[in-house]
């Protein structure tokens, strides 16, 4: 029953639906990190088209909800400029220790789902910052999940996970 719906799934994505049924939306919401992250590298050429949602309104960039949210409840895409897009999904946390526990299961289930393809894997790691990246070649995006302290009172600890253009890291 699963690979028919990735099949379905898969083309529905790419055919560009931004409107979900209430069915279609709880058969997403059932999909696993494996098939999230299959469907994301897959739209990646494509500009994520299919798995743009709405539109949200910003001064500077072009940015959209995403379809699906690969770590937390509020993933999106935007355009960087005409040639890059990242879908980037961020969550701020009181504490350091739900961060850093967030951050460990993305990796997890990243290296599960990327183990069989030949990806590499890199961390970095400092007293206020942790980040993991997964790279292939130059032609496909990269995998980056970043725990770090901001500037907030409130919520003193992020952590994202971003798949996009390879950035460059200090």
Not at 8 to 26: D, I, K, R
Not at 117 to 145: C, G, H
């Amino acid at each position: 029953m699963k690979k028919s719906f990735s099949v379905v799934f898969t083309a529905m994505v790419l055919s560009g639906c931004t409107s979900l049924t209430t069915e279609q939306q709880a058969q997403i919401d059932s999909l696993t990190p494996c098939e999230k992250i299959s469907g994301l590298l897959s739209a990646y050429d494509n500009r994520f088209e299919g798995l743009k949602r709405a539109r949200v309104n910003t001064k500077y960039m072009e940015t959209w909800t995403a379809k699906y949210n690969l770590v937390g409840d509020e993933c999106q895409i935007t355009a960087l400029d005409k040639d890059t897009m990242t879908y980037r999904c961020h969550g701020e946390y009181i504490e350091q220790a739900k961060a850093v526990a967030l951050h460990q299961k993305a990796v997890d289930f990243t290296r599960q789902c990327l183990s069989a393809k030949n990806w590499y894997e890199q961390q970095k790691e400092s007293a206020d910052s942790l980040r993991t990246t997964f790279v292939l070649d130059e032609t496909k995006p990269v995998i980056s999940i970043h725990t770090g302290k901001t500037l907030s009172r409130s919520k003193p600890w992020s952590t994202s996970l971003e798949i996009g253009k390879p950035v460059a890291t200090k």
